[in-house]
């Protein structure tokens, strides 16, 4: 049921090579997070969201220091070993301090095409509008360039639907985890979600139907055990995400940019454009990298953990994300207040030794859950 997805994940460069080469489409890098894939589908492009990788860092560390984001740094070593010759074009959101200077990075270093979406921190409506106007008007001469093709009204409603119609089946994904505790494995949930990733989405959509279509067959683990929420920017590395299933905790929701904060997001607005981008961008779930003063995380968090029936929350901390970091102190001071109890695991993406990591998920699992692990 789950093969399709740990396939395309098991060579990435072959799943993104296959594609690339059916579809006829130039493959663009999408550095995260919140870009709006629509725009790049609809000038026929191909786009491929770039989360880091676990590589060793070798050649990156000229330009980025050890203390920078792992995800950055790991994207950068994969370019400047070769490892990305199939990504013809990148473009970047302005998440964050790092992420804008590897923005500039890859245009000073390689000879690719590089975009940016810089993300307003204005709440005005008249300058919000002005600034994404612009920022939208040049992103999409910018794609037409690069692909060849022009960006239709149709194309645009198209893709709209298509990657709506991807995000509405994720959810549905979401729903059943929460309704249905220990239906899906931790470790099979994510390997579903970063197939997303570098999947073409009408590929990926198919997956999920078929999977949705099979998964009300799958018996529950007997007994409630203990149930989590995660948090985080990034749920890699994938293989650790099993320590959840080893350590017999059934995860119910998340709080990932790259799960929730992005795939929360509706069908995005085409007849308005503009309108609809500032909507994808400030919509769905609110996220620490993105100024939006009407939209409080401690009680969108609190409210999460509650309506999930959890037990307690894992903070799943990539090194070295600043806003994740500068965010944790004050959820955890409310989570506190709210006597949810949360735990905070520290990482890096080429981690390779997870004994710790077991040794921590085991031991919260048993104190919020009484398991005897």
Not at 330 to 346: F, N, S, Y
Request: hydrophobic content about 45%.
């Amino acid at each position: 049921m789950f093969a399709p997805f740990y396939a395309a994940i098991a060579d990435i460069p072959a799943t993104i090579r296959r594609h690339r080469d059916r579809l006829e489409r130039p493959v663009i890098g999408v550095l995260p997070a919140y870009f709006p894939l629509e725009l790049i589908h609809a000038a026929g492009g191909y786009p491929v969201q770039l989360w880091g990788a676990g590589v060793a860092i070798d050649h990156a560390e000229a330009y980025l220091q050890p203390y920078c984001c792992s995800v950055a740094r790991s994207v950068l070593e994969l370019e400047m070993r070769g490892r990305s010759e199939l990504i013809h074009a990148y473009v970047f959101t302005s998440l964050c301090d790092t992420l804008i200077n590897l923005r500039e990075l890859y245009r000073r270093l390689f000879d690719k095409p590089v975009l940016g979406l810089s993300i307003p921190v204005t709440q005005t409506a008249e300058g919000l509008r002005g600034f994404l106007a612009d920022a939208i008007e040049n992103l999409i001469k910018g794609f037409e360039a690069i692909t060849g093709r022009r960006v239709s009204a149709d194309a645009l409603r198209e893709s709209a639907s298509r990657f709506g119609r991807v995000r509405f089946l994720q959810r549905a994904l979401y729903r059943l985890r929460r309704e249905r505790p220990g239906a899906i494995k931790n470790a099979d949930f994510h390997a579903v979600l970063k197939a997303g990733f570098f999947l073409p989405v009408d590929e990926y959509g198919r997956l999920l139907e078929n999977l949705l279509a099979g998964l009300d067959s799958i018996e529950l683990p007997a007994g409630r055990r203990p149930r989590l929420v995660l948090s985080g920017m990034v749920f890699d590395p994938l293989y650790a995400q099993g320590l959840f299933d080893e350590a017999g905790a059934d995860v119910v929701d998340d709080d990932f940019a790259n799960g929730w904060r992005s795939i929360s997001k509706e069908t995005l607005r085409v007849d308005d454009l503009v309108e609809g981008v500032a909507e994808h961008l400030f919509g769905g779930a609110p996220c620490c990298c993105i100024h939006n003063p009407g939209r409080d995380r401690h009680d969108y968090l609190v409210r999460k953990i509650r309506d999930a029936g959890a037990d307690g929350v894992v903070f799943w901390y990539v090194k070295f994300c600043e806003p994740d970091a500068f965010d944790r102190p004050q959820l955890l001071a409310r989570l506190k207040q709210e006597d949810i109890a949360a735990t905070v695991l520290e990482m890096d993406l080429s981690l390779k030794s997870i004994e710790s990591l077991r040794t921590r998920i085991q031991a919260f699992c048993e104190m919020i859950g009484g398991l005897e692990i």
